[in-house]
Structure formats: C-alpha cells, structure tokens
DNA sequence: ACCCTCGTATGACACCTGTCATGCCGGACC
DNA sequence: GGTCCGGCATGACAGGTGTCATACGAGGGT
C-alpha cells in the first residue's frame, strides 16, 4: 500500500449491496475500503478506529441517516471528504447533505463508474452534485413546514386517526388538526395523506 | 470459457447496485454475467439474445416487475432457473415469486457471499428460502383482497379523494367507498391510509 | 336449479377531517 | 417595548369518509 492508496469507508444497511459496492471499488488499484458499517450509529466509530479518507453514505439507515452521520462527521473531522449515496434523488435530501458538509451526492442509478470517479474527486476538493437535481433543490426552495408540522405529518404518515395523533405527541385534536391544515395547505395538497406523499417526495419527512 | 461456466442475466434498475452485483459475480471463476438489463420488459428480450442458465430478477423495476418477468420466463424457458432479489422481504412477494416459478427468494440485506451460493444452488435443483420468511408467509395465508378491491386501494395510495378514484377507475363514489370499506375491514385496519401501508407491507398492492 | 362470490350501484346515517376565527404565551428581533 | 412567529388550544361549520342495508346481474361450483 503506497501512500496514494484512498482509504473509503463505506456505510449502506444492505449487506448485498454494500458489500456489491466494496467489491466494486476493490477493482480500483487506487482505492481501499477500510471498513464497513451497515448501521448510521456505528459510522463516527468507524472512522475513528480507522481514519478513512472519504465516508460513503447511505441516507436510509437504521440507527442514524447518513445525512446525520455527514453533520457529526462534520465536526469531528472536518478534513473528511463525505459522498452521500441514496436510491431517492430527492432535492430536500440533496439540500441537507450539502447543509450539513457532503461534498459529493450521487443517486444509485446513476452509472457505477461514477462512484470510484467521485471518489477521487473530493479528494481533489472538487464537489459532485448532478445538474439536474442540483436545478431541482434550488428551484423548489426550502421546506415550508415548522419543526411541530413535520412531526405531526411523520406521525400521520403510516395512517394513524386524529386522536391516535394526539395521544402520540401529548396533544389536544384540535392542535393536531390545525398543524395537518397549515401543512396541507403549505404543501397545496387536498388531504393528510396527499401531504405526506408529497413532503417525502420533497425529502422533508 | 468451459462448458461448465454458469451464464447469469441480471435484471436491476439501479445502475450502481446492478453494474455493483456484477462485479461481485464477476469474482466467481465459475459464473459469467452475460447479459444485464434496467427494465422488467427487457427481461424476455435478453433472454432469448443471450440463453442464460440463471435469471437474476429485482422485483421493482420499470416496465414490468421482476415477478411478471418471472411468469413470463416459467412459460417460454421453463429450464431456466429464476433467482427473485429484492429489496423487501414481504410475504406476498415470496408467495407470488413461488408460484411464478422462481427457484430462489434472496433479500438484499443477506450477505452476499448468498449470492453467488443461490446461483449455484439453484442450478443444482435446490430452492433457496429463508426459513424465517417462509414461515412469515405461510402463516399469514392469502391476501384475501379482489381484484377490484386491490385497484382501488392503489389508486387511493397517493392521497386521492373518492370522487377522484371514482372518475379514474370508472366507477360511482358510493362502488369506491363499498370497497375501500371492505378492503379496511379484511386488512383490520382504521382508514384507507392505514389498509394502504397494511396492504403494502405485506406485499398484496 | 341453487347458492355463493364478485362487481356494481343507491341512499342514509354517524363519524372523522379540514377550515377558519380567535385566543394565549414565550421567544426573537428591531 | 412592540411586533412577529411558533406552539398550543377551543369551538363551530362544511364536506369527506366509513358503515350498513339493500339490490341486481354474471359466473362458478354442487
């Protein structure tokens, strides 16, 4: 291992396909995954035991998201260069990664060539962001919605009634229903449900 | 190349994790990935091109999913051997793979040192199932939804009014909340929001 | 022939949901 | 110190939703 070598770290929940990626970036002589992690709580321990030169994250994570793991990354080892790997191109994704630091954001459709490309990049201190979705995130502007709004939209999210709502997050109905409509309104849906489609579509859930 | 070269198709939309599983495939000296494709539609095309011994199908992709493609291979190539990976291990997904003839139900949060052991596997004449997921999808028994039933609980997913799913399926208001309502009832759920993510969940929508 | 299920439809009723006006409190920003 | 915003609450109203009884025709099974 020469000094050039590029230690990645690579953190995704899916065992395949993280371990797909690794195969995948082990065919590049000038690139080496350091580790592993399948959990978003289990990155900032990874990288310290093993001072990687670039984090490789999954957004969707149990534990923690890659975009929060990318915020503490952030402050502890500012020198860290974070490329931000997701299935969903989502302009409020795009938007928090950069937010919080990331200097690359790839969606995985994107052609696999480009992963072990970006790679190098950042280390190069360039940014990789795709054209269209980087359009996409300035064009759309920020998340409308208040802190409160959010949760109560997360917490409808999976079909719960008014007063399941309220009972979750110590509530009156009413206040429940009040932050659905501002939210609905915000987001010109015509139902709670149509809101959370669309504030996940947007990456702000 | 020797005769004893397995010949794999692979069928996955997301460019990185499919140009990814190809090179973990690529590793095994006695498999060959002859042919990949983004779209369910483009299954049986590549098929008959490139005469595979193992179809490798993620189950949601464009055009059609990797289970339609599955029916279709079990009719045309009934020697060919069908290996389902996909990202949910939902029960109605295993079930439906089972009858459409896949020999393999792999989830892609196994390791992937499964892979290519399936791969072998199926070829071999041996099925490859989680047990844990067998079990989840006997126990649970059918999906006990109509036809029609199951269409307008898709279209309500997204948020839609009745008056809209009435006019998308060409039915009266009254016909759409008749079968919202027995189609809540059946999943034992509250709302339509509710029977929509039960339904889902259990991979019947 | 008979029964059952499915698809389709209507009308009535109770309940849930979305909207709006209004109010109070605390913090942030001039 | 006043103004604005966010979090929280109530009450009233309109409209959407879920349930139920009921109906009829087509098709499958016994």
Chains 1, 2 share one sequence.
Not at 37 to 62: N, Q, S, T, Y
Not at 91 to 102: D, I, K, Q, T, V
Not at 149 to 166: C, H, P, Y
């Amino acid at each position: 291992m020469t000094t050039s070598t590029i230690k990645v770290l690579l953190a995704e929940d899916q065992s395949m396909v993280r371990e797909a990626l690794a195969a995948l970036l082990g065919l590049e002589p000038d690139i080496e995954v350091v580790a592993q992690v399948a959990r978003g709580d289990e990155v900032l321990g990874a990288v310290r035991a093993h001072a990687p030169d670039v984090a490789l994250l999954d957004i969707e994570m149990p534990g923690a998201t890659g975009l929060e793991a990318a915020a503490e990354l952030a402050v502890e080892f500012p020198a860290l260069k974070v490329v931000i790997l997701t299935t969903f191109g989502r302009p409020g994704y795009l938007r928090r990664a950069m937010e919080s630091g990331a200097s690359a954001f790839l969606v995985k459709d994107a052609p696999a060539s480009q992963l072990a490309e970006a790679v190098r990049k950042v280390l190069a201190g360039e940014k990789v962001i795709d054209p269209a979705l980087a359009a996409a995130a300035l064009s759309e502007g920020a998340d409308p919605l208040t802190d409160r709004e959010r949760d109560v939209l997360r917490e409808a999210a999976d079909g719960a009634t008014n007063a399941e709502l309220a009972a979750r997050l110590h509530l009156s109905q009413g206040t429940v229903r009040n932050y659905l409509s501002t939210a609905i309104q915000k987001l010109a849906a015509r139902n709670r449900a149509e809101a959370v489609r669309i504030a996940r579509d947007k990456g702000w859930l």
